[in-house]
């Protein structure tokens, strides 16, 4: 009787309790039918929204969008080859069924106990009821069990086409796309709309294993799957045996058996890929969390100009292969030479001498083979290990070959890079990090490559040597062979591009003409330290990287044997051309989210770190920045490194009349012609230029130098930017500095005999020669009639001519009036006589020049 009772208890407890659970499980479901009411409609599913990249005008250069590329379109827009492909692949019945398949389920359960492959047990309802509602990598009975619910709710909730739609507006195809548009896009280059049977074959394998069956890594597998697809549709009544067998053909014979499986993000519509790399990388540092870029829907307002872009990319491309060709060319001809004449040479000398270290021809069979290899064999057997499908093959033999190659091509392929700067703001104006972006070839040269920047580093230090006063445009050099000595005593031997020497030369043409002696002896003339400080100062280096750069107090430094980034020199010498104002270079404005709020403002923390800055904000003065831009201007307009590149800048006005927009710069080739380099500047922008070789230790040859090579690319580009700019010359300080024509030969104040000798230079204030040429004549004029000359000349405002007779001395003045005076140094008495519109003395020793004196009025 206990016994009875007992059981009677336990029964009860067990029906209360399996009646709280079904009870508890039926409130649920209740509860979760509800909220689907309230969730996931068709049309308002939450997806990532893309980064917009904005150039300065407004203009979209690109879009970030990461692996999620995701392209929503409606169902009724598909072509039916689609709906068929995907109803043969994943399921068949799915017109009939109510969001499940009870033969299916008892299918999989079965494979699944037995570990056989048997086939899957989802219906595309319970595929995306998951995606969107579980976590599919959750493989247990609870998930599946969630799943199936869901699907059951979804087919109450919407029709078939609206599952449908759902179902290929959401899930993934592989290749960092989401969607059957975005993948459409991906894998044919056009959208959903235009898709054929063969493609939709492709697409719908995709959503089993889209890393195996990927047509570009697995070819031969794709092309089974889809056979297998294509067939199954035939069977099914939905395409014939010919439009099937036609549309197979059709796809695999335009193939491209070359590209590979990289992200939908590689190969997005980017107008400016370089820069929108660097943006992108700048951004990362920005933005908490890296994934927020591609999914956050941020609006990116760039400083670049696109149009200005588009002439980089395009000026940097043709240079880029030209320099190439011309490197190719020349390489081969040493070759054939070296070969036919040494290799037998040194044959006979190692057999005859038994030398064999001397034999060269092992040498040649290796790398003749090497690139045989490379460049024939190894793809024809990625080819083959595409088409059979043979890992091993591609990871032991062809990767290898694809490693050997890159270092090769590193060391032989020139590269290039170019920035450009609005020196005012410091906006980046235009960016090319280097030939083709790609996968592999990222680097961006432009911010950071460490390149030596050989003759482009000169003007640094001959700023300092300007400020120091022991210097000015036309200080005469000797530029002739000469030892220098280092602090430890060993001798430095300098030589000249091409081992020419022009004996005594002035400042500026040593400059222009890239003279290595002369520069050698203006840096030992301001000392080691002034010289890195200033170099230091425009460049922005930070100390503590100044040990890494070389950056080394010595003759070396004066030849620009150190390691800059190209945008650090497009920042020096925008410093010139911005009347000595430091310049901070920058890309990105501002960053607004989705709602247009303004949530990263990096243009304005740069505007107030720099009015913080008060005074010290000047790098160097406003004076020697303008002598510095006049020194430059030379080497385009008076016969220097740039001279060809004078006519790209010519242009004509509104009302067809000429006018030539002031440019300066400065060519660089480095040791061994190992880079070329042009720096370049004008009263709008500035820019960097760099030719060369990503591993070092090649020679870029003679015919591939600063001038012939990049001052061509640079004088190109500041040609197209600059055609519809208005005309607009340097900022001249209003006091401080001196226009003077003088001897060319002596540096000194013009006689008759000096004839066409002349160059007109600026000065800083002071330093302006005083003494009369003694190269082309040996009369001087005294201190008094010195003084009666300055006298003259710090009247306000005027602007006078003046002319000296040599025999007796009289100098005579002439303001713009007509008046004329003069004085007279002989007995030390001075006279004056007023004459109006009088002509000067015409007598042989007579010499005229003009003087600009309003920097004498305070």
Not at 59 to 88: C, G, H, V, W
Not at 300 to 318: F, I, S
Request: a negative charge; charged letters at 20%.
């Amino acid at each position: 009787m206990m016994k009875i009772k007992k059981s009677g208890i336990v029964f009860i407890s067990l029906f209360f309790l399996c009646s709280a659970l079904i009870g508890a499980m039926l409130g649920w479901t209740l509860s979760e039918t509800q909220n689907i009411k309230n969730t996931e409609y068709i049309t308002s599913f939450d997806t990532a929204l893309p980064t917009k990249l904005l150039d300065i005008n407004g203009e979209l250069i690109t879009e970030f969008s990461s692996d999620e590329k995701r392209e929503i379109i409606a169902y009724n827009k598909l072509p039916q080859e689609m709906i068929d492909a995907l109803i043969t692949r994943e399921d068949r019945i799915f017109f009939s069924h109510k969001g499940f398949s009870f033969k299916a389920l008892v299918r999989a359960a079965v494979g699944v106990a037995t570990r056989r492959s048997l086939g899957g047990g989802s219906t595309l309802t319970q595929q995306i009821a998951g995606t969107l509602y579980c976590d599919r990598n959750d493989k247990s009975v609870v998930r599946k069990i969630k799943e199936l619910w869901w699907a059951i709710q979804m087919e109450r909730r919407y029709s078939k086409n609206e599952i449908l739609e759902l179902y290929l507006n959401k899930i993934y195809f592989g290749g960092g796309t989401y969607g059957v548009n975005a993948a459409s896009k991906y894998y044919f280059g056009h959208d959903a709309t235009q898709l054929n049977a063969a493609e939709s074959a492709i697409l719908v394998i995709q959503l089993s294993n889209p890393a195996k069956f990927n047509p570009f890594d697995h070819p031969d597998v794709a092309m089974e799957r889809q056979r297998s697809v294509l067939q199954s549709m035939v069977n099914a009544g939905y395409i014939s045996q010919l439009s099937a067998d036609q549309s197979f053909d059709d796809y695999w014979a335009n193939f491209d058996f070359t590209r590979t499986s990289s992200s939908a993000y590689l190969i997005r519509d980017d107008k400016a890929p370089w820069f929108s790399e660097y943006i992108r990388r700048e951004l990362s540092g920005m933005i908490y969390g890296s994934d927020d870029i591609y999914t956050s829907g941020f609006t990116v307002n760039t400083t670049v100009n696109l149009a200005h872009q588009l002439v980089a990319q395009d000026v940097m491309e043709r240079y880029i292969a030209t320099a190439n060709k011309r490197y190719q060319a020349e390489n081969a001809s040493k070759s054939n030479i070296a070969y036919n004449t040494y290799v037998p040479l040194t044959e006979l000398l190692a057999l005859t001498f038994g030398i064999p270290e001397l034999k060269v021809s092992e040498e040649r069979a290796k790398i003749v083979a090497t690139s045989e290899y490379v460049n024939t064999i190894n793809p024809v057997l990625d080819m083959i290990s595409l088409l059979c499908g043979s890992d091993k093959l591609k990871i032991n033999i062809v990767n290898r070959a694809t490693s050997l190659s890159k270092e090769q091509s590193e060391r032989t392929t020139i590269e290039g890079t170019m920035v450009a700067l609005n020196h005012e703001n410091g906006y980046i104006d235009a960016m090319v990090g280097g030939s083709k972006y790609a996968s592999d070839n990222q680097f961006i040269r432009a911010t950071q490559a460490k390149i030596q920047p050989g003759s482009t580093f000169k003007p640094l230090y001959y700023s300092a040597a300007i400020d120091s006063r022991k210097f000015t445009p036309t200080t005469v050099i000797s530029d002739t062979p000469v030892v220098f000595h280092t602090s430890d005593g060993k001798p430095y031997i300098p030589a000249n591009f091409r081992g020419e020497w022009a004996g005594n030369v002035p400042l500026w043409y040593a400059l222009i003409h890239s003279m290595n002696v002369p520069s050698l002896k203006v840096l030992d003339g301001i000392g080691f330290s002034a010289a890195l400080d200033r170099a230091v100062a425009l460049l922005g280096i930070p100390q503590d990287e100044l040990a890494s750069r070389a950056f080394d107090p010595g003759y070396a430094l004066g030849l620009g044997v150190g390691s800059v980034r190209p945008i650090e020199l497009a920042r020096a010498y925008g410093i010139f051309a911005n009347g000595g104002k430091e310049i901070t270079p920058f890309g990105i404005r501002t960053v607004e989210d989705k709602n247009g709020n303004v949530i990263e403002n990096p243009e304005l923390e740069i505007r107030q770190k720099q009015a913080k800055k008060g005074d010290a904000i000047q790098v160097i003065s406003p004076q020697t920045a303008f002598v510095m831009t006049k020194l430059l201007e030379q080497t385009v307009f008076n016969g220097g490194t740039l001279a060809y590149q004078s006519r790209m800048v010519k242009y004509k006005d509104e009302n067809g009349k000429t006018y030539t927009m002031p440019v300066g710069g400065k060519t660089g080739t480095t040791q061994n012609w190992a880079d070329a380099l042009t720096c370049g500047i004008s009263p709008y922008y500035s820019a960097a230029f760099w030719f060369g070789f990503d591993r070092p230790g090649q020679s870029l040859g003679l015919n591939i130098t600063g001038s012939t090579l990049a001052g061509f690319a640079w004088g190109e580009y500041f040609g197209k930017i600059h055609e519809d700019l208005p005309y607009k010359d340097w900022e001249k300080p209003a006091t401080g500095v001196v226009k003077l024509t003088v001897c060319s030969e002596s540096g000194m104040l013009l006689t008759d005999e000096c004839g066409d000798h002349q160059t007109t230079q600026w000065y800083l204030e002071g330093t302006q020669p005083t003494e009369f040429c003694t190269v082309h004549s040996n009369s001087s004029i005294s201190t008094l009639a010195r003084m009666r000359l300055e006298r003259e000349m710090y009247k306000s405002g005027e602007r006078y001519s003046y002319t000296i007779d040599t025999s007796p001395l009289v100098v005579n003045f002439e303001d713009f009036n007509g008046t004329t005076s003069s004085t007279s140094d002989s007995d030390n008495y001075v006279t004056e006589t007023g004459k109006k519109n009088g002509k000067q003395n015409n007598k042989q020793n007579t010499v005229q020049q003009d003087y600009d004196y309003n920097y004498l009025m305070e």
